[in-house]
């Protein structure tokens, strides 16, 4: 069964910190190009971070970068895809979403709440 599940979403202050983790299972996911994406309340979802499966390489959006930072630790059959976030600010509230993508091959995670607010 494949299942992509997030966890580390909650409420911080602006310029706090928070990690953000997804567990990835049922799939060979070490092949496949990992990413956080975010969608804020009456907005289109967004790529924030990605990585990919065999380099490591990242990206990042504009918004994002030098605050964010997207980690991966591959295993046998399941892949552990990480999003640290600094410095947030309150235009970062959106619901995250984990994703693994593979050519035509897409998954998502459920998703997990953060609000950055005083």
């Known amino acids: 069964q494949v299942q992509l599940v997030e966890s580390g979403g909650g409420l911080v202050q602006p310029g706090g910190s928070l990690r953000l983790s997804c567990a990835a299972s049922g799939f060979t996911f070490s092949t496949y190009a990992m990413n956080w994406y975010r969608q804020a309340p009456g907005k289109e979802r967004e790529l924030v971070a990605s990585i990919s499966s065999t380099y490591g390489s990242t990206n990042y959006a504009d918004s994002v970068k030098g605050r964010f930072t997207i980690s991966r630790v591959n295993a046998k059959n399941s892949v552990s895809v990480y999003l640290q976030m600094n410095n947030l600010k309150p235009e970062g509230t959106a619901v995250y979403y984990c994703?693994?993508?593979?050519?035509?091959?897409?998954?998502w995670g459920q998703g997990t709440q953060v609000t950055v607010s005083s």
């Open positions: 994703n693994a993508r593979r050519a035509a091959s897409v998954y």
